[in-house]
Every structure is written in C-alpha cells, then in structure tokens.
C-alpha cells in the first residue's frame, strides 16, 4: 500500500493553519504545520513533501524568502508551492511566479477552489511517483540484463547482438500479448453470448414448468378441493406458493445478471419523476393502502435511466413492503447537499432491521425477515448496489429495529460515469 502523500503547511497564524488542516481532511494526505520558515526549512531536512502552501507575510523569513530556499535546495526543488496570501496586485503575484509557485491564491479563498487545486497537484504527485518507481524497476532490469551480457560477452558486437536480441524477443513478446489479449478478449464475448443464451434458457425453460406446476396446482383447488381434506388443500397451497416464490427468484436473478453486463447510457435523469412514477405503480397494486409519501422535487442525476429505475422500484419498494404492517406509514424520498455531492435518500417508518447484520444487506439470497413476516427474494438490495457502484457511487444504510429505515446512495462523479462508458 503507497504511503500518504504529504502536504507542507507554513503560516504564522493558527487560526489559518486550523482552517487549512481542516478543508484539505478530505484529501487524506498527511498534514504537516510551521510556523515559520525556519521550522518549515527543519521539516523538509525528515519529510518528502508532495506539495507545499506558503503564507507570503510572515515575521522573520516571508514566504517568498522560504520558497527560494526550497528552490534551492535538490530534495525540495520540484516540490510544487501554493502562495496563499492577501496580497493582491499583480507585482506581488509575478514575484511569487519568478521564484517558482506553481499557483497563487488571493485570501480569502474559496476553499472548494483550494481543495481541487491540492487534489490535483496530489495526483500529479502520485503519477510522478508512479512514473519514477516504474523507471527505476525498468532501470533494475536492463542493469541485470546488461550485467548478463557483459559477463558471457567480452567483445562489443557480441554485446550488440545479444541487446539486438533482447529487443526482438521484447517485441515477440509485446506481439504475443497483443495476441493473447485479442484471444482472451474473444473468448470472454463468446462466454458473455453464452451466458446471454444460458440466462435466456433460465427464463424460458424454467419458468415454464413453474408455471405449470401452479396452474395444476390452481386446478387441483379448484376442481376437485371436495376430494381433498384440508392438509391435502394446504400442501397444494404450498406448492403452488412455492412455484410463485421460485419463479419470483428467477426473474430477480435475471435481473441482476442483467444490470452488471448490460451497457449503460448516460443522460440527464428526472429521479423525482422516476420516484413518482414508482408510487403510483405501488398504489395501483394496493389501492386500499393510505401510505403518507413525499417526494423532493427537481432531483436530477446523471446516469442510465432504466437502472436508476431499478435501483428507486427497489428503494421505494423495499419501504413500501417493510411499513405494511405498521399505522400511519410513512415514505420519504429527498436529496441531501453533501461535501462529495448530493446524496439521495429513501426513509421510511417501518419494521427496519438490526445494524449488526448490516454487513449482509447487499448480499445475495441475504434476508433479515421471515418470509412469513415480508415476501421476498433476497435480490433486490444486491441489484440495487451493482447499479450504484457501476454509476461509481456507494449505498449504505441505517435504521433502528421497530422505527424504520433509511437508505443513502450516491451516483460518483463524471470521471466515474466516464470510466465506465469505456
């Protein structure tokens, strides 16, 4: 696991420097504060520093005083400098851009506009990092394999001709893994077209003898219920439930077979339109049902409408079904304003579910009722997570035993949404 990264804070004020540690706490970098320049210089002599944000008026040595040191110095030279400062004429900000910032902020600052320019220097910290550590580990292999040549090889064209060597069975190999790669690319589409044909075979010839298990079943009470007793009645019942159970089990696990390979298209979604149109697909199910819903309006959301819908039949559902036993039930849908983004949230005041068993809620076939209780497959909150974590967010989840249920979800950021259109 990379070390974290570390960020150099100088600023004489401790009020400034508080304010600092706490809008860059979200880039889980490790935080190291001066006071001066003296003591900044002190902690570069024990620290690797990814990024360094200097106050410019400071007592003693400023902060232009301090970056020219750190220029100065080889450990400290490529390290990227942020001025925070109130200076604001332009003669003060090309002063710092002729002694090396790579950025300069007016106070105050916006600290969202402070929190992405670290990030990004963060990053670029991490793929210097990445780009050296790659260099040396390819440096380490060519110094051995030149050690190999020269210790069997004592004349130069001899040399030559085993590096000339070595490059032809790199380039082989490059063009054999480009081969297998074409290879295990065709086969995993061979494989996914037989598990379209397989899931297609699930839905067709196994739902057809579950239904007519049912539909003899259904006959059998109806048209000779004189000739069987009520055990013989009730066993019927049974099979005929449990036919409905396992053709309900086949379709959800369809589903969620579907939502993880099916392509996803991105667009401008209207999930208040969508949450309305879920409740009164439910209310017509139950027309005699008095459930107190309310829906936040304009909630929008980037991402693939027909699995956002999955992921709010769900949701909704799941409140529907937990508050069905309970006196004046109540469904909430809202979205909430958070530092990573808005965070959708489904509560309602039903049976909820102990939170010790919250680590089983997104598994497969995981149920944290009696079937007598609630009906169910166990399906639905794993489909409802695949979905979210391919739009490149997160769902999580609290409640209180007896007081109800609230569901959180995220849909990521745009970069996320791209990486999986790719």
């Given at each position: 696991m990379s070390p974290r990264p570390m960020i150099l804070i100088v600023d004489d004020k401790a009020q400034n420097l508080f304010a600092l540690e706490k809008t860059l706490r979200e880039t889980n970098a490790e935080i190291v504060t001066a006071t001066s320049g003296n003591d900044a210089l002190i902690a570069t002599l024990s620290h690797d520093f990814a990024l360094a944000i200097l106050d410019v008026q400071m007592p003693g040595m400023d902060g232009y005083e301090l970056a020219a040191h750190l220029r100065g110095e080889p450990k400290t030279r490529h390290v990227p400098i942020i001025f925070l400062t109130a200076y604001s004429d332009e003669q003060q900000m090309f002063k710092g851009y002729g002694i090396?910032?790579?950025?300069?902020?007016?106070?105050?600052?916006?600290?969202?506009?402070?929190?992405?320019?670290?990030?990004?220097?963060?990053?670029?910290?991490?793929?210097?990092?990445?780009?050296?550590?790659?260099?040396?580990?390819?440096e380490e292999v060519v110094a051995h394999r030149t050690a190999e040549l020269e210790s069997v090889n004592a004349k130069l064209l001899v040399e030559i001709g085993e590096r000339r060597r070595a490059e032809e069975e790199i380039r082989e190999l490059n063009e054999g893994l480009e081969r297998l790669v074409a290879r295990r690319t065709a086969q995993l589409e061979v494989a996914n077209q037989e598990l379209e044909a397989f899931a297609y075979s699930v839905s067709h010839?196994?739902?057809?003898?579950?239904?007519?298990?049912?539909?003899?079943?259904?006959?059998?009470?109806?048209?000779?219920?004189?000739?069987?007793?009520?055990?013989?009645?009730?066993?019927?019942?049974?099979?005929?439930?449990?036919?409905?159970?396992?053709?309900?089990?086949?379709?959800?696990?369809?589903?969620?077979?579907?939502?993880?390979?099916?392509?996803?298209?991105?667009?401008?979604?209207?999930?208040?339109?969508?949450?309305?149109?879920?409740?009164?697909?439910?209310?017509?199910?139950?027309?005699?049902?008095?459930?107190?819903?309310?829906?936040?309006d304009g909630m929008l959301a980037q991402g693939d409408p027909q699995l956002l819908r999955q992921v709010l039949e769900n949701l909704i559902g799941n409140a529907w079904k937990f508050t069905s036993h309970t006196p004046e039930a109540r469904i909430a849908v809202q979205s909430e304003r958070r530092d990573a983004g808005?965070?959708?949230?489904?509560?309602?005041?039903?049976?909820?579910?102990?939170?010790?068993?919250?680590?089983?809620?997104?598994?497969?076939?995981?149920?944290?009722?009696?079937?007598?209780e609630f009906a169910g497959t166990g399906i639905g909150l794993s489909t409802v997570h695949r979905i979210i974590t391919r739009h490149g967010g997160r769902v999580w989840a609290e409640s209180v035993v007896g007081e109800g249920a609230t569901f959180y979800?995220?849909?990521?950021?745009?970069?996320?949404?791209?990486?999986?259109r790719r």
């Amino acid at each position: 696991m990379s070390p974290r990264p570390m960020i150099l804070i100088v600023d004489d004020k401790a009020q400034n420097l508080f304010a600092l540690e706490k809008t860059l706490r979200e880039t889980n970098a490790e935080i190291v504060t001066a006071t001066s320049g003296n003591d900044a210089l002190i902690a570069t002599l024990s620290h690797d520093f990814a990024l360094a944000i200097l106050d410019v008026q400071m007592p003693g040595m400023d902060g232009y005083e301090l970056a020219a040191h750190l220029r100065g110095e080889p450990k400290t030279r490529h390290v990227p400098i942020i001025f925070l400062t109130a200076y604001s004429d332009e003669q003060q900000m090309f002063k710092g851009y002729g002694i090396g910032a790579m950025d300069y902020l007016v106070k105050p600052y916006d600290p969202i506009v402070l929190l992405s320019k670290v990030l990004a220097f963060l990053e670029l910290d991490r793929q210097r990092a990445e780009i050296h550590e790659q260099r040396a580990q390819l440096e380490e292999v060519v110094a051995h394999r030149t050690a190999e040549l020269e210790s069997v090889n004592a004349k130069l064209l001899v040399e030559i001709g085993e590096r000339r060597r070595a490059e032809e069975e790199i380039r082989e190999l490059n063009e054999g893994l480009e081969r297998l790669v074409a290879r295990r690319t065709a086969q995993l589409e061979v494989a996914n077209q037989e598990l379209e044909a397989f899931a297609y075979s699930v839905s067709h010839d196994l739902r057809a003898p579950l239904r007519a298990i049912e539909g003899f079943s259904q006959a059998l009470l109806e048209d000779y219920e004189a000739l069987l007793d009520q055990t013989g009645q009730d066993y019927l019942r049974r099979v005929s439930g449990e036919a409905r159970r396992m053709a309900e089990l086949i379709r959800d696990l369809l589903v969620l077979s579907r939502v993880t390979r099916a392509q996803m298209h991105q667009e401008e979604v209207d999930l208040t339109m969508l949450c309305r149109e879920v409740v009164t697909m439910l209310q017509q199910s139950e027309p005699g049902r008095e459930v107190q819903i309310t829906i936040d309006d304009g909630m929008l959301a980037q991402g693939d409408p027909q699995l956002l819908r999955q992921v709010l039949e769900n949701l909704i559902g799941n409140a529907w079904k937990f508050t069905s036993h309970t006196p004046e039930a109540r469904i909430a849908v809202q979205s909430e304003r958070r530092d990573a983004g808005p965070t959708y949230v489904v509560r309602d005041n039903g049976a909820g579910f102990d939170m010790q068993y919250r680590t089983k809620l997104f598994q497969p076939f995981q149920r944290l009722h009696a079937m007598s209780e609630f009906a169910g497959t166990g399906i639905g909150l794993s489909t409802v997570h695949r979905i979210i974590t391919r739009h490149g967010g997160r769902v999580w989840a609290e409640s209180v035993v007896g007081e109800g249920a609230t569901f959180y979800f995220t849909l990521g950021d745009e970069q996320a949404a791209d990486r999986e259109r790719r």
